[in-house]
């Protein structure tokens, strides 16, 4: 037998060890391929969200790489550490370092070629649906298929240069052990793990401090949200190292919970399992709360499109900047919407833009009482019957989105700061639909005659704070929920504003036509994207943290088998072991699952009002129940794999 067979025999024969590493491998491969297909497609940088869908394609490359790296560097070391016993055993049989150096090099190599294989095997055959999903995920026309050689030679490369690097990187686990410690492996008994109340304070502190630093709302910056991001991972790291096997202490305290059932057994073995899987339970945390966090985002996001779109009552609007261009803009627009039949309405409305000082420094949109009452008027709303004193104004806000700062200020005065100066008080605060007044947030209706004096305040080398737009009332496009990307509306209003970005260009008007069928379509494209890129690095998250718990619990299996052994000789039944495993595997695959959901429940909720995120609590439930979902499914064919190699030790 030569030295390579020797190799392909141990790969073999720990198949058992293997096959979670293999396919999570290979499944890494196939994503990264597949998104190199992406890229090297001859057809995709011929339109703008061909280059959008690139450089989407690229970023999502580096992802997978970065944590493919993390990924086969922890399984290498996990391996090693579980078969050191076979090494000290080649050692006494004469076995040199470098014999043993070059077996554990080639067996990494032959799992990595084969991985490789297997995954740009896989990649091809489904290439097809990938390209035809992608293409209509991202609203491309149709991504014909390709021989990719480009794609194929740039993943073989790069993942064959990722196991060459880790498989020579890793060989120093066993230079540094003596042949007694390999013999011992996983045999070696366990200290008691130690704790320290002052790190397991300093973890709850910094918790706290993550939660306390993303309380500031509308007023977070960015390095507040940095800073929250590394006091929040250093408190996970600290909450399983420390503060979770504290509880586990402070529970075999109570003698009444401790002596019922198995709990004895199960409750003593967790305080080791904790402190020993305490890294690897702190990385699937981490992964899993970024995963669950961009999804939430995602679906957040999703959701505020949708709004925004069903909350606008008018298909077509025309920011009016220059009022010599208005007539041939409007008989253009017209021209286009009469070409098709298409019946509509037009209404002129005007504001002014303001800051204004409160406490906090906010900007509203200030509008007339008539110029209000005839846009509410078209759009089906409720008017305001009321005369407003000169001395006061009426605060509109969107009940979807209500303004945190300005809620508070009704019955006071309030000044008016750049670019006009004005006093007045807010005699009266409503939720009402704003028609995009304020960007969705706030509008103050003023009196008509103070209005007009606020108007004529306005220097003329700051006109740009007055607010001038023709809105079209389209009711053949009105509908229940949002359009499709193919629907007649978004079609012909993503032509239009195209053309007038040309008209533009070439100097024909200087007036900038918006619609919100075109703003729906763009962001639900460019939204499209980022869910193609970020499924796939999601469910690699996923299968990744399930691999790491299959690895943990591999090379524990010997240590429990022969304690499950042991407990049956004295009457533990084979129920009772798979009660107390069972719960074990258990909390070792959901818990970071929960933490990850409170952690991103937590997050989104205070980040919502500073990114207009919405309701979160749907999104967060939704992704952290997916996650949850595939967590269980994992669970239960590792529990399975897991009982069958333990009751065979039972007496």
């Known amino acids: 037998m030569s030295f390579l067979q020797f190799a392909f025999n141990n790969v073999g024969r720990n198949a058992r060890a293997y096959i979670a590493y293999f ?17 090297f497609h001859p057809g995709i940088t011929g339109s703008e969200m061909g280059r959008m869908t690139r450089v989407g394609m690229q970023v999502a490359e580096y992802i997978i790489f970065v944590f493919s790296f993390l990924f086969v560097l922890y399984s290498i070391s996990s391996f090693l550490k579980a078969r050191s016993k076979e090494f000290g055993i080649l ?19 032959i799992i990595g070629l ?54 020579v990187f890793t060989l120093i686990f066993i230079r540094k052990n003596r042949v007694l410690e390999l013999l011992s492996g996983s045999s070696k008994p366990k200290k008691e793990p130690k704790t320290s109340w002052l790190l397991a304070l300093l973890g709850v502190g910094l918790l706290a401090a993550s939660v306390m630093l993303l309380q500031r709302g509308s007023k977070i910056g960015e390095k507040e949200v940095m800073l929250a991001a590394v006091t929040g991972v250093g408190g996970t790291y600290f909450f ?45 945390t981490v992964a899993t709360s970024l995963a669950c966090m961009s999804v939430g985002v995602i679906l957040s996001i999703n959701t505020q499109i949708a709004k925004l779109y069903a909350g606008d009552p008018f298909a077509i609007n025309l920011s009016v900047y220059n009022e010599s261009d208005l007539k041939k803009d409007l008989g253009w627009i017209e021209g286009q919407l009469n070409k098709e039949d298409i019946p509509y309405e037009t209404v002129r409305t005007e ?73 007045f008080k807010i005699s009266e605060k409503r939720p009402a639909r704003l028609f995009g007044a304020g960007g969705g947030k706030s509008l103050i209706v003023l009196n008509d005659a103070a209005y007009d004096k606020l108007k004529r305040q306005i220097p003329e080398d700051e006109s740009g704070w007055l607010s001038s737009d023709v809105r079209f009332l389209i009711k053949a496009w009105d509908r229940q929920g949002v359009p499709s990307l193919q629907d007649p509306e978004v079609a012909m209003t993503v032509r239009l504003v195209a053309e007038n970005r040309e008209r533009l260009d070439d100097g024909e008007t200087k007036n900038y036509l918006s619609a919100r069928g075109d703003s729906y379509a763009n962001t639900k494209q460019g939204l499209s994207m980022f869910i193609f890129v970020g499924v796939f690095i999601a469910a690699i998250f996923s299968i990744s943290s399930a691999s790491f718990l299959y690895f943990k619990l591999y090379s524990e299996l010997n240590q429990d088998r022969r304690m499950y052994h042991s407990l ?77 190699q333990l009751k065979r030790v039972m007496v």
């Open 23 to 39: 396919l999570s491998s290979a499944f890494m491969v196939m994503i990264f391929f597949t998104y190199a297909m992406f890229i």
């Open 91 to 109: 050692t006494i049989l004469g076995a040199t370092s470098g014999t043993i150096n070059r077996l554990i090099f080639l067996e990494n190599m």
């Open 114 to 167: 084969l991985s490789v294989i297997v995954g740009l095997a896989s990649g091809m055959l489904l290439s097809k649906l990938f390209l035809l999903l992608g293409a209509s995920v991202t609203g491309m026309n149709g991504l014909p298929f390709y021989m990719p050689w480009k794609a194929m030679i740039f993943t073989t490369v790069a993942f064959l240069l990722l196991f060459l690097f880790l498989s």
């Open 240 to 284: 399983y190292t420390q503060v979770a096997v504290f509880l586990i202490k402070v529970a075999k305290r109570s003698k009444r919970m401790l002596w019922r059932g198995t709990n004895l057994i199960w409750v003593s073995e967790m305080a080791y399992k904790i402190k020993d899987n305490a890294r690897m339970l702190f990385m699937v």
């Open 351 to 423: 504001t002014i833009q303001s800051s204004v000082s409160g406490g906090n420094w906010v900007y509203v949109e200030l509008a007339s009482l008539t110029n209000y009452n005839k846009l509410a008027e078209k759009a089906g709303a409720a008017p305001l019957d009321q005369e407003i004193p000169q001395d006061q104004g009426v605060l509109l806000y969107s009940a979807d989105d209500p303004p945190k700062d300005l809620l508070g200020l009704e019955g006071e005065t309030v000044s008016l700061e750049s670019p006009l100066s004005h006093t």
């Open 568 to 644: 049956s000789k004295i009457g533990l039944a084979d129920r009772e072991m798979k009660f107390a495993s069972g719960l074990q595997i258990a909390l070792l695959f959901f818990v970071p699952i929960l933490i990850s959901g409170i952690q991103t429940m937590v997050v989104l909720s205070l980040l919502g009002s500073a990114f207009n995120l919405g309701e979160v609590t749907v999104p967060v439930l939704v992704s952290t129940g997916t996650f949850l979902a595939a967590q269980a499914l994992y669970y239960a064919v590792v529990r399975s794999r897991y009982m069958i």
